[in-house]
């Protein structure tokens, strides 16, 4: 059991339920005895540095409250510590819980990890000088997320629909060079996944083999296709089983460096730089608190 933690909250994560979340979390884990100290940005840039205060502090776990986008600056802090992370989740996709086998829906059983959990050594993805737990996106995919986030309205999943369906009708085949452990690739197409973690955009299995402790990212790469076609392939991507059609293409690799025209890459939901950039499968980077 671990006697004293440092809580990163966003407390505006699931469309506001993020401090709600957050104040369930604290309680259970005050009434067990957890000495929990709580961080809260004004904004990302504070977030981090508040959380690198706390592992370079010595705390004994940095637990993430709210979506993705908090677990990954959790990441940037932990990554090549010995400090574990912990996930309490509170985001409209929450794939890193999903990854870990975290409870999505309930914060009592998430933060009940700290107790009674075990701690599993995870790889991380580094892009540039930045960490990943899920999935680097580089193509329609990350165009979508990119809009998405240029979007003020409407809220929660029905921003990301409508920037999905603004994306569908831009529509085109982009030129792809692949470098996979030294071996090129080039190819013409719409989508090219980069994972840790098998999901993102909230259970999406695009890379649906991933599994982030075997030292090797799954890339999915989606070639040309009509749009009717992607149309009716998309929903495939939920379970995974797109990999069996003819259209998709897999690799696995632990370098991956990966150049399209005008696209800016995407990981754990967050921008991260326009491509090129290298995606390197850092093994057992970080550690992390997940149910025994």
């Known amino acids: 059991m671990i006697d004293e933690v440092a809580l990163l909250v966003n407390p505006r994560s699931g469309q506001g339920g993020g401090a709600a979340t957050a104040v369930r979390a604290l309680r259970f884990l005050r009434a067990a005895g957890v000495s929990v100290r709580v961080l809260v940005g004004r904004d990302a840039t504070e977030a981090q540095a508040l959380a690198h205060r706390a592992v370079e502090a010595g705390t004994g776990a940095l637990v993430a409250c709210g979506g993705d986008g908090i677990v990954n600056l959790a990441l940037q802090a932990v990554a090549g510590t010995g400090t574990p992370f912990a996930v309490i989740p509170s985001g409209t996709g929450n794939d890193h819980a999903r990854m870990l086998g975290v409870p999505r829906h309930d914060p009592i059983a998430a933060a009940r990890v700290l107790l009674d959990g075990v701690a599993r050594p995870?790889?991380?993805?580094?892009?540039?000088?930045?960490?990943?737990?899920?999935?680097?996106?580089?193509?329609?995919?990350?165009?979508?997320?990119?809009r998405t986030n240029r979007l003020r309205w409407p809220r929660g999943k029905l921003r990301y629909n409508l920037a999905l369906v603004a994306e569908l009708a831009a529509l085109r085949p982009l030129h792809y060079e692949l470098e996979l452990d030294g071996e090129r690739v080039s190819t013409s197409g719409v989508l090219v996944a980069v994972g840790n973690g098998a999901s993102y955009g909230g259970g999406m299995r695009v890379c649906p083999g991933a599994v982030p402790d075997d030292g090797l990212f799954d890339v999915t790469v989606l070639g040309a296709v009509p749009l009717a076609r992607l149309v009716r392939l998309l929903p495939t991507i939920y379970p995974g089983t797109h990999v069996a059609r003819p259209e998709v293409a897999t690799y696995r690799a632990r370098r991956v460096r990966l150049s399209a025209p005008d696209v800016v890459g995407y990981a754990d939901g967050e921008r991260f730089a326009p491509l090129p950039l290298v995606c390197e499968c850092v093994p057992r980077a970080a550690t992390a608190l997940v149910p025994s």
Do not use: N, S, Y
């Open 122 to 146: 995870i790889d991380l993805g580094r892009a540039g000088d930045r960490w990943f737990g899920t999935v680097f996106a580089g193509g329609f995919d990350a165009k979508v997320t990119e």
